[in-house]
């Protein structure tokens, strides 16, 4: 059985021009081959390596697809028309939906969450996401912005 550096030597280079035609700009696939390769020496008592580079095939595959799916969502938030106007109780929020440090999912989930007043259910299905990807995302973007208020207020 060969070890973890040696089976590293042998199929980075493999995995990586892979990495490259799934997603086509080499610092995503140098993180999609690093995240291969990471999950390999996690799993590395499980995986027969046999079943080598396959199985780091298709994990750069999934990753790629992953890749292909946020993007296709990010994109299809910035050229979607803007929800409805807030209604005036609302006006400070949207603000603060605004910080350039949220990236469009973030957004898009907070607006509909709470602008729109949609369950995580509806969020899911409109974005076409997993209710779990949703309350992911709404968590990491409250955690962010209340970082950043707390960041803002010992600032004045």
């Not at 603060?96 to 898009?108: G, S, T």
């Amino acid at each position: 059985m060969q070890g973890f550096e040696a089976v590293y030597k042998q199929h980075r280079d493999a995995v990586l021009r892979f990495a490259m035609r799934c997603v086509g700009r080499r610092e995503i696939a140098e993180e999609i081959t690093a995240d291969a390769f990471l999950q390999l020496h996690q799993n590395w008592e499980a995986i027969d390596t046999g079943r080598l580079p396959a199985w780091l095939l298709t994990v750069v595959k999934n990753r790629a697809t992953d890749y292909w799916r946020r993007t296709g969502l990010e994109k299809r938030y910035e050229t979607e028309a803007r929800p409805s106007p807030p209604r005036p109780r609302d006006e400070p929020m949207t603000g603060l939906f605004e910080n350039k440090a949220l990236k469009p999912v973030h957004r898009i989930c907070l607006t509909l969450r709470y602008l729109q007043e949609m369950t995580v259910a509806e969020i899911a299905a409109y974005l076409g996401l997993s209710e779990m990807q949703v309350k992911g995302h709404l968590q990491y973007s409250r955690g962010l912005l209340r970082k950043q208020l707390t960041m803002g207020q010992t600032n004045e």
